[in-house]
């Protein structure tokens, strides 16, 4: 239920702009990744182009490979609806369906591959959605409530339910705290926590504690100027990223120095 | 109340007492009164010239309603006191249902046949054509809107003599249902000027209406929504049901509702198509009339009673319009998306 990744020599165009260089990274089943770096450097670049959902930005395209368990996600012929069913992703806002009630929002990937659910199946999958998400015992009593009434960070959780029920190999997670307070916050790394007993999490964090607290291994991105394509400098487990890294720009970027 | 206690407080008493007073905006008085918003120049002007717009609308409109009242004098007195001086000889309303009638189903089978289309053109030109190619078509379709209704009469006639083949086998495979009746005699009309192609003619008429507007809406859709479609493994029709239709949804409502408008307005057109007669179910037959084309066609030679009349029927019109968008503002409402 959870795939290695293995990205080879990466590069990443926006039209003829090379926003990303040469990333190389061997991303383990059950574990959890940061990405952190500065602004622009190109972390949600990567993240998005493990689910192909670069595609959608006009001119974006990438060379060379993205290997889940060994099949290239750019190979000829694969789809990207189907990689994107298997690599889930949770946005820096949250984002629920506004029409939808909160389970219709759970349920919606699940439907989406014409699956038909009985009743009871789908009140089944929807309770186990949302407690891997923590979410069930706030909104049980709701659950034909539209999703848009819910709090910034429990919407957060209910988009990260609605990515679980269809139980993807991997989920990316582009700042799925950035605009929660401390609380959410904390509640969603106790469920990045638990999450990794099943999928491969990639997240995507300014926040160097919560890459410390989360994260197995981190790696680190940085651009040497604007319009300079972004480059991985380290990558490593996240104890010696953030005790004794390799490189010292790593250094200089988890110390708060710059330059 | 407690406002009141606290403004008492702040001002006689100093500045010693609170820090806040420290704090006050300079421009307030020592009295304690609350400053006073800024009133800047721009702002009054914008704000009185919204208001002289909006209030002009309300006279125009008032104008218009007592206009058509006051010219209907003449037809309610002859209700009154002698129904059979109207045109037809049984009264106002027997001379006007008719009337009401095709005009309702004119502009009903047009949105029908229209809506679909114009929903296709736009969810085309926005998420689905090459991206060169999309703003080619919005402008083509912007142009239809520019085509004077006196054109889409002409060009309507000439369809009218095309399709009278078409009405034929209508008649012939689906008789049985009223609106594709023949007449008794076995026959369709010879002309093929028949409410049907009138209809059909508005549709197109309300086609780019309806397609500006619902594309303007679709191109608003977040972006984030459509990627959380995208994202959970949507394809691309997949994610304009999940995202972009129940957005646009109060959109689409409002968009049909001004090509109903439009089509229930319609007066060229259909009276240089239409050879009108009396309200029958078929479509196919010659007969039937809408109120814009009775009005225009009559209008030239109509004088005393009968002049009185046909703006009697303009009002009804009028109060029809009325009707129906305020049917299309409730629906808005209720259907409208609230929240993010
Ligand atoms: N849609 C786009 N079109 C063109 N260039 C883009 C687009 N999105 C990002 N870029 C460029 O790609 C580079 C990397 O951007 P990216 O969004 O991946 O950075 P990031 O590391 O996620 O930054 P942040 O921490 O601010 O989110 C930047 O130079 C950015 O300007
Ligand atoms: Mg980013």
Redo the contacts between chains.
């Keep these: 239920m959870s795939k290695q990744i293995d990205i080879k020599d990466l590069d990443i165009f926006y039209g003829d702009f090379r926003a990303v260089d040469g990333v190389q990274m061997q991303i383990k089943p059950r574990s959890v990744t940061a990405f952190i770096g500065p602004s622009g450097c190109g972390k949600s670049t990567v993240l998005r182009t493990l ?1 192909r ?1 670069h595609e ?1 930005i ?1 001119g974006a395209s990438v060379s060379g490979e993205v290997l889940m368990d060994g099949n290239n996600i750019y190979g000829a012929g694969v789809d990207p ?2 990689v ?2 298997e690599v ?2 949770v ?1 820096q ?1 949250a ?6 009630s909160i389970k219709e929002n759970v349920l ?2 699940v439907r ?2 014409n699956r038909r659910l009985s009743k009871s199946e789908a009140d089944d999958l929807t309770e186990r959605a949302l407690r891997g998400a923590n979410l069930w015992n706030e909104v049980k009593d709701r659950l034909n409530l ?1 999703g ?2 819910l709090s910034g960070g429990q919407q957060q959780r209910l ?1 990260i339910a ?2 679980i029920a ?1 139980e993807p190999e991997v989920l990316l997670m582009d700042e799925p705290c950035s605009a929660l307070d401390p609380i959410s916050t904390l509640a969603i790394e106790d469920l990045i926590n638990d999450l990794k007993d099943k999928y491969t999490v990639v997240i995507v964090t300014h926040n160097m504690q919560q890459a410390a607290r989360v994260s197995d291994k981190t790696a680190f991105f940085n651009i040497a100027g604007t319009g300079k394509p972004g480059k991985l400098i380290e990558f490593n487990e996240t104890s010696s990223i953030f005790s004794n890294p390799d490189k010292e720009e790593t250094e200089n970027y988890i110390s708060g120095r710059f330059g | 109340m407690p406002t009141s206690t606290q403004t008492t407080e702040s001002g006689p008493t100093g500045p010693s007492s609170e820090p806040e007073a420290g704090q006050q905006m300079p421009s307030s008085k020592p009295d304690g009164r609350a400053p006073k918003a800024v009133v800047r120049p721009g702002d009054r002007i914008f704000s009185a010239a919204t208001l002289i717009a909006g209030i002009l609308i309300l006279v125009i409109l008032a104008g218009v309603a007592l206009f058509l009242l006051a010219q209907s004098k003449d037809t309610i007195e002859a209700q009154l006191t002698d129904p059979s001086q109207i045109t037809g000889g049984k009264g106002f309303f027997s001379y006007v249902w008719p009337l009401v009638i095709g005009t309702l189903i004119s502009a009903a089978i047009a949105l029908v046949v229209a809506t679909p289309f114009a929903l296709g053109i736009a969810l085309f030109t926005t998420h689905m054509a090459p ?1 060169k190619l999309a703003p080619v078509l919005g402008y083509v379709i912007d142009l239809l809107a520019a085509i004077p209704s006196v054109v889409y009469g002409l060009w309507g006639i000439a369809l009218a003599g095309n399709l009278t083949g078409f009405y034929l086998w209508l008649s012939q495979w689906f008789g049985w249902i009223p609106i594709f009746a023949p007449a008794a005699d076995g026959s369709v009309s010879q002309t093929g000027r028949t409410l049907l192609t009138a209809s059909l003619v508005l549709s197109i008429m309300i086609l780019p209406i309806i397609t500006s507007l619902t594309r303007e809406i679709f191109l608003q859709t ?1 972006r ?12 691309r029709w ?1 994610m304009i049901r ?2 972009v239709l ?2 646009g ?1 109060s959109g689409i409502v409002s968009a049909t509702m001004l090509g109903l408008g439009r089509a229930l307005g319609e007066t060229m057109a259909v009276a240089m198509i239409l050879s009108p007669g009396v309200l029958t179910a078929s479509l196919v037959v010659s007969g039937n009339q809408t109120i814009a084309s009775e009005i225009a066609q009559n209008f030239p030679e109509a004088a005393g009673l009968r002049l009185s009349e046909l703006i009697t029927v303009g009002l009804v019109l009028f109060v029809i319009t009325l009707l129906v968008n305020m049917g299309a503002r409730a629906i808005v409402a209720r259907t409208s ?4």
């Design positions: 689910n959902m959608v006009p609806v189907n994107r069913r889930g992703m946005f806002r984002n629920p369906f506004p029409t939808m919606a990937g989406l591959n539209p848009s009434g988009c609605r990515a269809v | 991206r977040p984030l929504q459509e990627e959380a479609a995208l994202a959970l493994g949507a394809t997949e999940m995202a129940p957005f949804k998306v609230k929240g993010s």
